[in-house]
């Protein structure tokens, strides 16, 4: 009994998730336009600072919340290690293998992303250096050197976001958007201060309802004794990165692939540069094998699939399929494992 209302509960956190993105993505793309801005910019700075949240405070809790209490340090640092690792994983895998699901469900005649796929190489590339430079990183125990990728991983991310801004608002386009939710629902003018009460209070729904879904993904992780390695991951990075999964899944249904892309490639940026900074400076910033293989996965993938992109200058279907095959056999390789 107890096992079924935590299944109705975990649906219900789901569901929830769901609406608090398509708010979400509806008040960013109106902050986008507002601000003048072309849809990389929004897909990649906007909605993942929004998104970010939630994948960004697992690692902190689990890193100060042991050292505070003096409990399971080690542990601590491992699930950090693994949310920090696992988040990437999940976004440049599964989240491609679920947009190109998208593409056969809406039935597009054309099975490939419409958008500009000189920007998608240029995010893969700022991804690459900062992801490899992180792993690397793992295997010295240099301070200095730790420290230098710290201030190279931060100066990156901050470079990457002004050549975005910049770069967006040279090819700025204006939406055709359908009224804001929140004036439709309360009856009120549509103005920046409404785009931005709706964009904060979608925030906070989506932390509020993350936090509550991986509180129950930790339940049953329990319940049916799921390795910490596991739950760090893959289970606890599969519920904080669906955020960012339904946003660009809503986006191309909206026919809106460069927001869906963009989305995805600016949260792997944003996770290559700024959690893993927050790892190696707080954690020993040792990856086991297990992280490792992940990430070596990571780093493959990413590689072949910008190549594909390059050489064919398209997003097609099986590109983004594959990336599923990449994701579901590391899956089985886990739990083969362990």
């Given at each position: 009994?107890l096992?079924?209302?935590?299944?109705?509960?975990?649906i219900?956190?789901?569901?929830m998730?769901?609406?608090?993105?398509?708010?979400?993505?509806?008040?960013?793309?109106?902050?986008?336009?507002?601000?003048?801005?072309?849809?990389?910019?929004?897909?990649?700075i906007?909605?993942?600072?929004?998104?970010?949240?939630?994948?960004?405070?697992?690692?902190?809790?689990?890193?100060?919340?042991?050292?505070?209490?003096k409990?399971?340090?080690?542990?601590?640092?491992?699930?950090?290690?693994?949310?920090?690792?696992?988040?990437?994983?999940?976004?440049?895998?599964?989240a491609?293998?679920?947009?190109?699901?998208?593409?056969?469900?809406?039935?597009?005649?054309?099975?490939?992303?419409?958008?500009?796929?000189?920007?998608?190489?240029?995010?893969?590339?700022?991804f690459?250096?900062?992801?490899?430079?992180?792993?690397?990183?793992?295997?010295?125990?240099?301070?200095?050197?730790?420290?230098?990728?710290?201030?190279?991983?931060?100066?990156?991310?901050?470079?990457?976001?002004?050549?975005?801004?910049?770069?967006?608002?040279?090819?700025?386009?204006?939406?055709?958007?359908?009224?804001?939710?929140?004036?439709?629902?309360?009856?009120?003018?549509?103005?920046?201060?409404?785009?931005?009460?709706?964009?904060?209070?979608?925030?906070?729904?989506?932390?509020?309802?993350s936090?509550?879904?991986?509180?129950?993904?930790?339940?049953?992780?329990?319940?049916?004794?799921?390795?910490?390695?596991?739950?760090?991951?893959?289970?606890?990075?599969?519920?904080?990165?669906?955020?960012?999964?339904?946003?660009?899944?809503?986006?191309?249904?909206?026919n809106?692939?460069d927001?869906?892309?963009?989305?995805?490639?600016?949260?792997?940026?944003?996770?290559?540069?700024?959690?893993?900074?927050?790892?190696?400076?707080?954690?020993?910033?040792?990856?086991?094998?297990?992280?490792?293989?992940?990430?070596?996965?990571?780093?493959?993938?990413?590689?072949?699939?910008?190549?594909?992109?390059?050489?064919?200058?398209?997003?097609?279907?099986?590109?983004?399929?594959?990336?599923?095959?990449f994701?579901?056999?590391?899956?089985?390789?886990?739990?083969?494992?362990?």
């Open positions: 009994m096992f079924l209302l935590h299944s109705f509960i975990i219900f956190y789901l569901i998730i769901i609406y608090a993105c398509s708010f979400f993505t509806d008040a960013t793309e109106h902050l986008g336009c507002k601000l003048k801005l072309g849809n990389n910019a929004i897909g990649s906007f909605a993942v600072f929004g998104t970010s949240f939630p994948e960004t405070i697992v690692p902190i809790i689990a890193i100060f919340g042991s050292l505070l209490t409990k399971d340090v080690s542990l601590g640092q491992d699930i950090a290690l693994g949310a920090i690792i696992g988040s990437p994983f999940m976004l440049s895998t599964f491609l293998f679920l947009m190109g699901l998208m593409l056969i469900f809406i039935k597009r005649p054309k099975k490939e992303l419409n958008l500009d796929f000189k920007n998608v190489t240029r995010q893969y590339k700022y690459l250096i900062a992801y490899t430079t992180a792993i690397l990183t793992s295997f010295s125990d240099n301070k200095i050197l730790k420290t230098a990728a710290i201030i190279f991983l931060l100066a990156l991310y901050s470079f990457f976001v002004y050549r975005t801004l910049i770069k967006s608002r040279q090819n700025f386009c204006e939406n055709i958007l359908d009224d804001l939710f929140f004036t439709k629902i309360f009856k009120i003018k549509e103005n920046l201060f409404s785009i931005l009460i709706q964009f904060v209070i979608s925030i906070i729904a989506l932390a509020i309802f936090h509550f879904f991986v509180k129950e993904m930790g339940y049953f992780s329990t319940l049916l004794n799921i390795n910490p390695v596991i739950l760090s991951l893959i289970i606890t990075p599969f519920a904080t990165e669906l955020p960012e999964c339904i946003n660009s899944i809503i986006w191309i249904k909206n809106k692939d927001l869906a892309m963009a989305n995805v490639l600016g949260g792997i940026v944003f996770q290559a540069m700024i959690p893993t900074s927050i790892g190696i400076a707080f954690t020993p910033w040792v990856l086991n094998i297990d992280i490792l293989i992940n990430s070596l996965i990571v780093i493959i993938f990413s590689i072949l699939f910008g190549l594909t992109i390059l050489i064919t200058r398209k997003i097609k279907l099986i590109p983004l399929l594959t990336a599923g095959l994701y579901f056999g590391y899956i089985i390789y886990i739990f083969i494992i362990h």
